[in-house]
């Protein structure tokens, strides 16, 4: 240990190195670490390197924050004698951990960990490690082997819980997470870790009530972001739970409200246009753009210029976007709330439209410093924003009719037909016949993702199985690539007495054989309280009708504004017993010519309904857009 001076060494010579070090281990063993520490430093300049006088000083110089020296202490104590020390190694490990050199800490707790396969703390730590450094199949290994170890540990449960999410296991990260809940009842991390959980499992009121949990045990912040991201998806959660569920989180997590900016001076660009912009983390995601992209290409590039505000790099053009002469796009990733804010400032931005809602959490911060002198949310957002920064919300009259404007923080301005019109221009396979014509069996199907198979849309589907006993299901998300999560689904309908011989349960797969997955499908099912949006339209594009019923809310609602802008009212229920009813009638006639010439002309159908009028949806949104700002110019 060359890189300090021992303070004291020239006293050294007052004992011998025996007196000193057995006077440092009586000490450290009556817990006085610091007198300890002091004479092992003495011990150790006067040449005593026994591992008693290592051991003291390396936990010495731990204790002291002085990490780097006790990394010396513990190097030089593990190269005495291996095999006893396979503490020294465990204990270099934890100081090389404390210094971030994770490297290091890996080779110490391997080499630690060859020599005792047993310790439940070294293999725990070892884990722990590998974790950090992102080799998760690695640490699964030993964080297993901690818990047969440790069986009792919450902390490893914690921890092998937090692994197994971070694999999408998440039906196996629940039982570790509940194991470690049932020791640690007013922990406020393990009451966030199950309702995380939870909710990529689709149990989202359970879900909700356990972030609750986690904020009234201290957890703080997150836990009432998360009861805000997840409000729209609750079934037990009234409309004005989930306005004050958004206000609360908009009041306390977000700043405060700046004056509206009085509209500058008409300063068009050259070209005399308005200037729109669009913020998103999501342009270069294919699914989450599908029903925003067409409006957006159709706005007319004489009257407005568009600027693209993205938090994801963009190489290329994103799937679906047909730049416009003029559009700019400004890559804003890194930038925080009010850098960005002055960046929309600096480029004289008239409009500014949400297109992320709550599922980029961080951006909501935006809109309280009034970038922009109006301000929309449109897609995304599934229910209010909880704020008074937006000067309006595009929705329809669907998804929130005459009279529910109470349920929202923004004024309400609704587009014709519905405000989710798809232009379908991406690579779909041909509609497939009725699969049920030569199988003489109906097949029901849904790829909704795993966080929308609600314990309710479960029930519905298990019902409608019971009532068309021939009839089999078809589940697909990238969930079920995993099989603790098929195996809790099966589970789950197993106690609503449906058999795992009936179901169906597929993995993802390239978007093209994704959507093929509807070749093997009669009659699509929806979710809900959370409903498909691209789910919903691509399943009418590849000819298989979709069921849903007409909900309470706005997330509930997203389906049927669809199908019924695609001109198909008949498959709209008006609640969850009529969507049983419906879906077992239409599988009576699943096998009849009419059913199946009605599936092949589908897309030609659907092509020219409201469904898929963007230029319409695109005009509309403009006349808003005027609309708004020159209300805000004369009010100002």
Request: glycine content about 8%.
């Amino acid at each position: 240990m060359t890189k300090k001076p021992r303070p004291g060494a020239a006293h050294a010579g007052a004992s011998s190195t025996e007196s000193l070090v057995s006077a440092a281990v009586a000490a450290f063993s009556s817990g006085d670490l610091e007198n300890a520490g002091e004479l092992a430093k003495k011990a150790y300049a006067a040449g005593d390197h026994s591992p008693e006088c290592l051991q003291i000083l390396g936990t010495f110089f731990s204790q002291k924050g002085e990490h780097e020296i006790a990394v010396e202490a513990f190097n030089e104590l593990s190269d005495l004698l291996a095999i006893p020390f396979a503490a020294a190694l465990h204990a270099l490990g934890n100081e090389y951990r404390s210094l971030g050199q994770l490297d290091d800490a890996l080779a110490a707790y391997q080499r630690a960990s060859a020599l005792c396969p047993d310790d439940g703390p070294l293999a725990h730590q070892l884990a722990n490690v590998l974790h950090a450094k992102g080799q998760l199949g690695p640490a699964r290994v030993h964080y297993e082997r901690a818990r047969r170890l440790l069986p009792e540990s919450p902390e490893i449960a914690k921890d092998l819980g937090a692994a197994l999410a971070a694999q999408r296991e998440f039906a196996l990260a629940l039982s570790q997470f509940e194991a470690a809940s049932a020791r640690l009842p007013k922990d406020p991390g393990t009451a966030f870790n199950c309702a995380q959980a939870l909710f990529s499992l689709g149990d989202t009121d359970r879900s909700f009530a356990l972030f609750q949990k986690a904020e009234q045990l201290g957890h703080g912040p997150d836990a009432l972001t998360m009861q805000a991201v997840i409000a729209p998806g609750c079934h037990e959660l009234t409309e004005e739970g989930l306005l004050q569920t958004r206000r609360r989180y908009s009041a306390e997590r977000l700043p405060p409200l700046a004056r509206p900016m009085r509209p500058r001076e008409v300063e068009p660009d050259p070209a005399g246009r308005l200037r729109i912009g669009y913020v998103s983390a999501f342009f270069p995601d294919r699914n989450w753009m599908k029903p925003m992209w067409g409006a957006i290409n159709n706005h007319d590039r004489k009257r407005f210029q568009i600027h693209l505000f993205s938090d994801s790099q963009l190489k290329e053009p994103p799937p679906g976007y047909e730049p416009g002469p003029g559009d700019v796009v400004h890559i804003v990733k890194g930038l925080d709330n009010r850098a960005l804010a002055e960046c929309i400032r600096r480029e004289k931005i008239d409009i500014l439209v949400d297109l992320n809602g709550y599922s980029c959490v961080p951006r909501l911060g935006l809109y309280p410093l009034r970038a922009a002198p109006v301000q929309f949310a449109w897609a995304g957002m599934y229910a209010t924003s909880g704020q008074d920064s937006f000067d309006a919300l595009m929705t329809d009259g669907v998804v929130v009719p005459e009279g529910e404007e109470r349920f929202y923080s923004e004024p309400i301005r609704r587009l014709p037909g519905t405000h989710l019109a798809f232009d379908v221009r991406y690579p779909v396979p041909p509609i497939a016949p009725a699969p049920s014509r030569d199988s003489g069996r109906v097949t029901f199907g849904c790829l909704g993702p795993l966080y929308k198979l609600h314990p309710i849309t479960l029930r519905a589907f298990a019902e409608i199985l019971k009532r068309t006993p021939e009839s089999r299901l078809l589940l697909r998300n990238r969930g079920f690539d995993l099989a603790g999560n098929r195996a809790r689904v099966q589970k789950s309908f197993e106690g609503l007495g449906i058999s795992s011989e009936r179901l169906l349960l597929l993995g993802g797969a390239e978007h093209f054989a994704f959507l093929e997955t509807y070749n093997q499908i009669d009659i699509a099912l929806d979710t809900f309280p959370y409903n498909g949006g691209t789910t919903t339209m691509e399943a009418l594009w590849q000819g298989v009708p979709l069921l849903t019923y007409r909900g309470r809310r706005l997330i509930e609602r997203q389906s049927t504004t669809l199908i019924l802008a695609a001109g198909l009212a008949e498959h709209v229920a008006p609640d969850i017993d009529g969507f049983i009813d419906l879906a077992c009638r239409m599988a009576a006639e699943a096998r009849t010519e009419e059913f199946s010439d009605r599936r092949m002309s589908a897309r030609e159908r659907v092509a020219g309904s409201m469904a898929c009028n963007t230029p319409l949806l695109s005009r509309s949104m403009q006349g808003i857009y005027e609309e708004v700002y020159q209300a805000r110019c004369l009010a100002s």
